[in-house]
Nanobody, 113 residues
Framework: EVHLVESGGGLVQPGGSLRLSCAAS????????MSWVRQAPGKGFEWVSG???????AYADSVKGRCTISRDNAKNTLYLQLNSLKTEDSGMYYC???????RGQGTQVTVSS
């Protein structure tokens, strides 16, 4: 059974940084493309970033230059480094297994002064 567990969210001031993690289990993690999506209160899901099995990455325009996605296949873990955070980055962040859309329970990011 696929299991994804996000962590690392929290309350941070504008301009601050956070590193989100997603621990994956139940499938050969290194073989699959993964993504991060987020959902602000009252809004739909927004794709943030993705990484394929070869390490190729892509970013939404809204986070490009402020965000780095990475993966540690030895640890079956996906990461998202968020820098220069803005209030509009607030929301629940989920990691997603791309082929099935399976996601974890999410981790809350709140950017506020």
């Amino acid at each position: 059974e696929v299991h994804l567990v996000e962590s690392g969210g929290g309350l941070v001031q504008p301009g601050g940084s956070l590193r989100l993690s997603c621990a994956a289990s139940g499938f050969p993690f290194s073989s699959y493309a993964m993504s991060w999506v987020r959902q602000a209160p009252g809004k739909g899901f927004e794709w943030v970033s993705g990484i394929n099995s070869r390490g190729g990455t892509a970013y939404a325009d809204s986070v490009k230059g402020r965000c780095t996605i990475s993966r540690d296949n030895a640890k079956n873990t996906l990461y998202l480094q968020l820098n220069s955070l803005k209030t509009e980055d607030s929301g629940m962040y989920y990691c997603v297994k791309d082929d099935t859309g399976t996601r974890g329970q999410g981790t809350q990011v709140t950017v506020s002064s």
